[in-house]
């Protein structure tokens, strides 16, 4: 197995917003701020990185039958200390967070990298899954938000960036989350459509 293959995939190749299409619910709602978009992709990536060890563990132990409902307890119990954790430490955050913190749970992401991968892997190559697909969602947010928090407030961290700019208050509202997405969708494919060209003609 090409354990370098297996954690870069999950930032280009097997993105889990920008390709696979998932995730896209904390990705328009949270992407109203750079901070935001961190904690909740390091959040998500706990999550993704506690619940693949434990799935790729017990994998061979589990009934297929009952494996669905024991993967979303496992990854609900891991959710539950990001809750907790940010509620005691960072309740800015947690407050700013609000209700798509506990739905990480039901985070499409997170339940398919059990399923697909962890389930069927070792520990190992369930880290590196785990660690790719958690920076390329961090990634995802953290551009997303970076382009909608300077246009539509003219801020970063809190800090104003121009004096005297007037933000379009459109791009930190929802139709401006589905329009940065969509541009930003239209020139990932626009870069793997050149990149799949060059390589047929070389």
Same mark, same amino acid.
């Given at each position: 197995?090409?354990?370098?293959?297996?954690?870069?995939?999950?930032?280009?190749?097997?993105?889990?917003?920008?390709?696979?299409?998932?995730?896209?619910?904390?990705?328009?709602?949270?992407?109203? @701020?750079?901070?935001? /978009?961190?904690? +909740? $992709?390091? %959040?998500? *990536?706990?999550? #993704?990185?506690?619940?693949?060890?434990?799935?790729?563990?017990?994998?061979?132990?589990?009934?297929?039958?009952?494996?669905?409902?024991?993967?979303?307890?496992?990854?609900?119990?891991?959710?539950?200390?990001?809750?907790?954790?940010?509620?005691?430490?960072?309740?800015?955050?947690?407050?700013?967070?609000?209700?798509?913190?506990?739905?990480?749970?039901?985070?499409?992401?997170?339940?398919?990298?059990?399923?697909?991968?962890?389930?069927?892997?070792?520990?190992?190559? @369930?880290?590196?899954? /785990?660690?790719? +697909? $958690?920076? %390329?969602? *961090?990634?995802? #947010?953290?551009?997303?938000?970076?382009?909608?928090?300077?246009?539509?407030?003219?801020?970063?961290?809190?800090?104003?960036?121009?004096?005297?700019?007037?933000?379009?208050?459109?791009?930190?509202?929802?139709?401006?989350?589905?329009?940065?997405?969509?541009?930003?969708?239209?020139?990932?494919?626009?870069?793997?459509?050149?990149?799949?060209?060059?390589?047929?003609?070389?």
């Amino acid at each position: 197995m090409d354990y370098f293959k297996e954690f870069f995939k999950g930032v280009w190749e097997k993105n889990p917003t920008f390709v696979l299409g998932i995730g896209m619910c904390p990705t328009l709602a949270v992407s109203t @701020s750079v901070s935001n /978009a961190i904690w +909740m $992709g390091i %959040g998500t *990536t706990f999550v #993704l990185f506690g619940s693949n060890i434990l799935v790729s563990a017990i994998r061979n132990i589990v009934p297929s039958h009952v494996r669905i409902p024991i993967f979303i307890t496992i990854i609900a119990t891991f959710v539950i200390i990001v809750e907790l954790t940010l509620k005691a430490y960072q309740p800015a955050v947690y407050k700013a967070l609000g209700i798509y913190i506990p739905l990480i749970v039901v985070n499409c992401i997170i339940l398919g990298r059990a399923e697909e991968f962890a389930a069927k892997n070792n520990i190992p190559a @369930s880290i590196l899954d /785990a660690l790719g +697909m $958690g920076l %390329g969602f *961090t990634l995802n #947010l953290t551009v997303l938000s970076f382009i909608r928090e300077i246009l539509g407030s003219n801020k970063l961290f809190g800090y104003t960036l121009i004096p005297g700019f007037k933000p379009a208050l459109l791009m930190i509202l929802a139709p401006g989350a589905f329009f940065t997405l969509g541009l930003l969708l239209w020139g990932m494919n626009v870069i793997k459509a050149r990149t799949a060209r060059f390589k047929r003609t070389e």
